[in-house]
């Protein structure tokens, strides 16, 4: 018994003496856009009234890249390191024991696994988390939209923390024009009821389309008029974290509507290549058609012709008492034809009965 007792005690004293009893979170996963900011939570829960003296932020980008700090926390003191300088700042409550980090401008270099180290004083304990931060490509902030038309403008702060959202404000500054006021919303925390308004000429026209209880401040822009052109900032307010965004919107005249015509379908019809050939090539043979026709009626009556006087002049030489009739028709050579043939078949109708009479008598 005494033996089982000391083998269960001896791992628990070895971690607590070298430092191996540290806490570790199950990892959050965040993903945000080139350009975006977020923030990154570390908060360690403690029934004990116990300050943090030390805090640190490790940046791990993959198996073979070295890991690199971000910033440390030492005697109130908070250091960025590198090229995170200007870039990272602690926004967590350092006396409820919360060392989130907030990171703005975010690159792509910037993707991979965030640990979050906190010390508490007298405690040789060490709070971890990570955070893996995956980086997409940039959104686009210009926005291209037709008069009459509806744009939608996404305003999303990404949070690996549940911060509620207290005010979400669009504000409106034309290429000419002062800045005005586009849309507003409050989180009255007490009553968890939230009001959103419309200003000035975009009352009526703008909608809040984000869910707020994600930090999403997006909205959409009904009827978009020439006037509406210029530059969009959008300001979400998670108590005093504030996370801004610009967005340049570019209007375009709306397309002028023409009425269907004749005159004004001509040039439409005629402007297709394939179609002005096809077209053309019927018209070309609708107008050599009769050529053609005209040039092979001519060849075949030039032959019929030539058979025709042949035929007649050897029946002139084998049976010389026949007489041609002459045609009294001044009309085309098609009809002397037609009469030569007929005088042909009876001449030779006629030779049959004359060879039959003479075969007759010579045999009598």
């Known amino acids: 018994m005494f033996c089982l007792l000391k083998l269960i005690l001896l791992p628990v004293l070895l971690d607590y003496s070298l430092g191996l009893n540290d806490l570790n979170v199950s990892p959050a996963e965040l993903t945000v856009h080139v350009g975006d900011s977020a923030l990154m939570g570390c908060v360690f829960q403690s029934t004990e009234d116990k300050c943090i003296f030390k805090i640190d932020w490790i940046l791990s980008s993959g198996e073979q890249a070295k890991d690199e700090y971000v910033l440390y926390y030492y005697s109130n003191l908070s250091v960025p390191i590198g090229r995170f300088q200007n870039r990272v700042q602690l926004m967590g409550d350092i006396l409820c024991n919360d060392g989130s980090l907030l990171l703005q401008d975010v690159q792509e270099a910037d993707q991979g696994t965030y640990t979050c180290e906190i010390r508490l004083k007298g405690e040789s304990q060490v709070f971890k988390k990570a955070v893996v931060l995956h ?25 690996t923390e549940v911060k509620y959202v207290t005010k979400v404000e669009w504000i409106f500054s034309g290429w000419r024009a002062k800045e005005e006021i586009v849309f507003r919303y409050y989180h009255k925390l007490r009553m968890s009821v939230g009001y959103s308004q419309s200003w000035g000429h975009f009352q009526n026209r703008v909608n809040l389309v984000g ?12 009827g978009v008029r020439e006037s509406d052109g210029g530059n969009y900032t959008c300001s979400i307010h998670l108590g005093n974290l504030v996370f801004k965004k610009t967005i340049v919107l570019h209007v375009s005249p709306e397309e002028p509507r023409t009425l269907v015509t004749p005159a004004a379908l001509r040039p439409l019809v005629l402007g297709g290549n394939q179609l002005v050939i096809i077209v053309g090539t019927v018209c070309a043979t609708i107008l050599l058609l009769p050529v053609l026709i005209l040039i092979v009626k001519r060849t075949c009556g030039n032959k019929s012709l030539v058979n025709s006087t042949a035929l007649v002049k050897n029946t002139k030489k084998t049976n010389p008492g026949i007489k041609e009739e ?19 078949r009876e001449v030779i109708e006629e030779e049959e009965p004359s060879e039959k009479s003479e075969a007759t008598y010579m045999t009598m």
């Open 135 to 159: 980086v997409l490509p940039e959104e686009p902030k210009e926005l291209m939209v037709r008069v009459g038309e509806m744009i939608r403008m996404g305003c999303v702060f990404q949070s």
């Open 211 to 222: 869910d707020i209880f994600r930090n999403d401040g997006s909205i959409v822009l009904q």
């Open 326 to 344: 002459p045609c009294y028709f001044e009309s085309c050579e098609g009809e002397k034809n037609i009469y030569s043939s007929i005088i042909i």
